[in-house]
């Protein structure tokens, strides 16, 4: 899908996600955490990315194949060289509040990719393996 820049739309998307991952066997915590790693990847291509210029698009992907989660979100701005991105461990950045969003990804998503669009714009594609699915959910399908 594809959402206008607009912060109000995280919730939202929060709020597919989470419906998601609902049937499976999910643990809150893990819940809580994919959750967060989506809100700061949604924030960074919002603000970082599209400027918060409401004509321009963020654009979404999310499903699961198996038991991995892959969510792949694209914004439209100039993209960004994710290796030059300060340590946020570093002792002259402890003590600032910003520039954690992507550390946070790292630590808690078990793959997370940057990548330039061929048509322009950068792409974050965020994994997660949910463990193991739902019986139920198997005998469904
Ligand atoms: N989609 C994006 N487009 C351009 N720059 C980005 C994008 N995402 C992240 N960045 C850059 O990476 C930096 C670190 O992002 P992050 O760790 O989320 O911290 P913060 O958003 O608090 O600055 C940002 O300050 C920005 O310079
Ligand atoms: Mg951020």
Not at 29 to 55: C, F, P, S, V, Y
Not at 63 to 78: C, F, H, K
């Amino acid at each position: 899908m594809s959402l206008s820049s607009r912060f109000e739309n995280i919730e939202m998307v929060q709020h597919l996600c989470s419906k998601l991952l609902e049937g499976r066997d999910v643990p809150e915590e893990l819940r809580h955490w994919i959750l967060m790693a989506l809100r700061e990847a949604l924030a960074n291509a919002i603000k970082h990315g599209n400027q918060q210029d409401t004509t321009k698009h963020v654009h979404l992907e999310m499903d699961i194949v198996g038991d991995t989660l892959a969510i792949s979100i694209r914004d439209e701005g100039p993209g960004f060289d994710p290796e030059a991105v300060a340590d946020p461990l570093a002792p002259e950045n402890r003590l600032k509040t910003s520039g954690r969003g992507i550390f946070y990804m790292r630590t808690f998503m078990d793959d997370v990719r940057f990548r330039r669009h061929a048509s322009g714009g950068m792409e974050i594609v965020l994994k997660k393996t949910l463990g193991a699915v739902n019986e139920k959910e198997e005998d469904r399908a």
